[in-house]
């Protein structure tokens, strides 16, 4: 305990005991002795600078053995007021989490429940259809009506050469707004289907052979290490998974629409094999006749830079000859190219540096409000041996990546820092912009995410927060978005943790090949060697430009800064109704009266539900359109 913590609590203690002194009489003896307490008090406090720990007892210089008595007397006080309010809030925290495990089991009984009902709604369509299936092989109407149906591939003529029939690109299927189903749950009307092959399919698949919920690890042993798992950010932007923690692990359960999806997936996966090993077949043949033809194409093109070399054009005649040979190496060239010889600078997916080429950097924001702090705490980084470069980060402060030795590009690897004063935090939950800060964090796509706070030791005198209001939006960060948490006194204390968080970084890709590709960060993989999968910076920041949202982000930003409305609940009321459009028209076709409480009912069930109040502020602003 500091010094100057015990003398705010004595002083404390001591004007209080002052004003009940004072009610009874101002002169008496009583108010002149704790006004004479709390002026000494006061003149030690002023004289005091430093963390250094003392005791009550050192005192006895400052005050007489009287004063001393009743003063720590007053500490001890202060002292078992403190014990009482630790253990209320750690009864406090444990009711919490017994009411927490309740509900998570409550909702999973829920979600069984719900699955069994729409298993027998199915069985009995069936039934009734009796064999009569749609194209797309789904029995559901609410599926049929916005899905892709795959028409099934001509058969295969093996008697030539000729390439097989290109079977017509499936259309693309129409919007239509959100249906609801027999059970009173509203189905979002999502027309995304994960491709087959694809992160996303991989990991939706394998969820639906295990029950829910179900953990990482558990996923892991059907797909094996890889890309798989990093197909959960898009299931989950979609509605198909949702994620949730039972005591210390991270839970993820698939929807009652993505428990849908996922079994006709794997129905389609299973289709007749003796049609794709004749098109196998059939393929080989092509590219053999391919082959040839590309032998001969760089045949031509060879003998027509060596006939170029040798012509060394002396007349105007010869010129149009030198055209002639220069336009035929163009177009052998290009025939070259679109047969595939040499791909397209557009065509190349993904590039690989091995662990000799590249180096780990961290990348500062040359925006930094505090310009002094931030050329203190580049400083602070040279001095301990790390490399820091400085761009402009449209997303947090501080930025791990690896930068390649010879091109000098950045590639994002798997840690971002956003730093913020004690002071600073206060006010952007204040004025909001710390839920859109966390909401862009959570979806960036770097897998670590750290919060360092910056004098968190400082006085709360000034703070609009109280401290156990911050305690508790600070636990919501670690337990619910997953993020990581560090407290620091200072720039210098900052700048030796990520001193520390840079070595542990370089010691963790050392001998690791980066899979660099234009679409999303995959993560680390153990086969056949270690490789991480990740993104060019460059990409990366176009990805999270604030202006680059897209209508399902601006909508939840929209919805957020309506009162009582945080970005968990938003998220809900997103995924029922994907636009504006969708709420809008949904209170349009109610009965007056009933737009108030819509939301509250019909969100009943989910892990975020929307109260009374919330759904009253939202019907204010979008039910009266």
């Known amino acids: 305990m500091s010094r100057k913590s015990i003398l705010n609590d004595l002083i404390a203690e001591t004007e209080a005991d002052l004003s009940l002194a004072k ?6 003896k009583k108010a002149r002795f704790f006004g004479d307490q709390l002026e000494c008090l006061r003149k030690i406090q002023k004289s005091m600078d430093g963390p250094l720990i003392f005791k009550i007892s050192d005192l006895k210089k400052h005050v007489d053995q009287k004063s001393l008595g009743v003063l720590e007397t ?16 750690e009864e406090e925290e444990e009711r919490k989490l017994h009411a927490s495990i309740m509900e998570r089991e409550r909702i999973r009984n829920t979600a069984i429940q719900e699955h069994e ?8 369509e069936k039934e009734k259809s009796k064999g009569g299936r749609s194209a797309s092989g789904f029995t559901d109407s609410l599926v049929d009506d916005y899905r892709i149906s ?10 030539d050469n000729t390439p097989p029939p290109v079977p017509p690109a499936a259309p693309l299927p129409a919007q239509v707004p959100s249906t609801s189903s027999d059970s009173g749950m509203i189905i979002p009307a999502s027309t995304y289907i994960p491709p087959k092959g694809t992160a996303p399919y991989e990991l939706l698949v394998a969820m639906a052979s295990l029950p829910n919920p179900t953990s990482k690890d558990q996923v892991l042993k059907i797909t094996g290490p890889g890309k798989a798992w990093g197909g959960l950010q898009k299931l989950k932007s979609e509605g198909f998974v949702t994620a949730g923690r039972l005591h210390s692990i991270y839970t993820y359960s698939l929807t009652p629409i993505g428990s849908e999806i996922a079994s006709k997936l794997r129905q389609l996966s299973g289709q007749d094999k003796r049609k794709a090993d004749l098109l196998k077949d059939d393929l080989e043949k092509q590219k053999r006749h391919k082959t040839t033809t590309r032998d001969e194409i760089q045949s031509s093109l060879k003998k027509a830079a060596l006939l170029a070399k040798s012509t060394k054009p002396t007349k105007e005649a010869d010129m149009d000859h030198v055209v002639r040979i220069s336009d035929g190496a163009t177009q052998a060239a290009a025939e070259i190219r679109q047969a595939g010889v040499i791909p397209l ?5 993904e590039v690989s540096w091995d662990p000799t080429s590249y180096e780990i950097v961290l990348v500062v924001d040359q925006r930094e409000n505090n310009r002094q702090e931030a050329q203190q705490a580049i400083s602070g980084l040279g001095q301990k041996n790390v490399t820091v470069v400085t761009s402009v980060l449209y997303l947090g402060d501080f930025l791990f990546a690896a930068r390649h030795k010879t091109s000098k590009k950045l590639a994002v690897l798997n840690t971002i820092i956003e730093r913020k004063r004690y002071d600073d935090l206060n006010s952007s939950i204040v004025d909001s912009r710390y839920e859109e800060q966390k909401c862009r964090l959570r979806k ?4 670590n995410v750290i919060y360092l706070i910056e004098d968190f030791s400082m006085s709360r005198v000034n703070a609009q927060i109280r401290d156990k209001a911050m305690a508790s939006i600070l636990g919501r960060m670690v337990a619910i978005d997953g993020f990581l948490l560090k407290k620091t006194k200072n720039v210098a204390d900052s700048c030796e943790y990520m001193a520390g968080l840079y070595e542990s970084i370089k010691s963790l890709f050392s001998g690791v090949t980066l899979k660099i590709g234009p679409k999303e960060i995959s993560g680390f993989s153990e086969s056949p060697s270690p490789t991480f999968s990740t993104m060019m910076m460059a990409a990366w920041q176009d990805k999270n430009l604030k202006s680059n949202h897209s209508l399902k982000v601006l909508f939840i930003q929209m919805l957020m800064t309506i009162s009582g409305i945080s970005s968990e609940k938003a998220e809900v009321i997103q995924r029922l109704f994907p636009t504006p459009r969708h709420l809008i028209e949904k209170y349009r076709s109610l009965d007056d009266g009933l737009g108030k409480t819509y939301l509250e009912n019909a969100t009943k069930g989910e892990v975020k539900s929307i109260g009374n109040a919330a759904s009253a502020m939202v019907w204010e602003v979008f039910g009266e359109l």
């Open 23 to 28: 009610s009874v009489s101002a002169v008496s």
């Open 150 to 159: 795959v028409p099934a591939p001509a058969p295969v003529d093996l008697t």
């Open 444 to 447: 960036c796509g770097v897998e």
């Open 117 to 124: 009902k729409l298993v027998e709604n199915m069985r009995k």
């Open 345 to 349: 600078a557009t065509d190349i997916l």
């Open 74 to 89: 007053r500490w001890n006080k202060v002292l078992d007021r403190r014990q009482l309010a630790r253990q209320k809030a």
